[in-house]
């Protein structure tokens, strides 16, 4: 499966972004999704993840209450809605995918497909 993040982009503090990630040559049923970031001079961080199934996402504490992740498999998608966006928010976001489970979810190692990343910029 190959993925594509897309909905980066420039907003200033305070505001919303909607991340998208589609996947294609594949089906993302048969995986976990998840989001990370990564700031510049800083190592990726876990951001939030969804099973197969649907089921509650996980979050990263810095994110827990703003962001909001979801699914569509009719749609082969799973998006990212953040909210009350910092300045410290701005990193390059990637969608990936896991068969792990979920306590191994936040681990980058145990993900084998990245998508190419989409810069969100927050302005302070």
């Known amino acids: 499966v190959q993925l594509q993040a897309s909905g980066g982009g420039l907003v200033q503090a305070g505001g919303s972004l909607r991340l998208s990630c589609a996947a294609s040559?594949?089906?993302?049923?048969?995986?976990?999704t998840s989001w990370f970031r990564q700031a510049p001079g800083k190592e990726r961080e876990f951001v939030s993840a969804?099973?197969?199934?649907?089921?509650?996402?996980a979050y990263a504490d810095s994110v827990k209450g703003r962001y909001t992740m979801s699914r569509d498999n009719s749609k082969n998608t799973v998006s990212l809605q953040m909210n009350s966006l910092q300045p410290e928010d701005t990193a390059v976001y990637y969608c990936a995918t896991t068969r792990g489970v979920r306590s191994s979810w936040s681990d980058p190692q145990m993900y084998y497909t990245w998508g190419p990343g989409t810069l969100v910029t927050v302005s302070s």
């Open positions: 969804i099973s197969w199934s649907g089921g509650s996402p």
């Open positions: 040559g594949g089906s993302l049923r048969s995986y976990t």
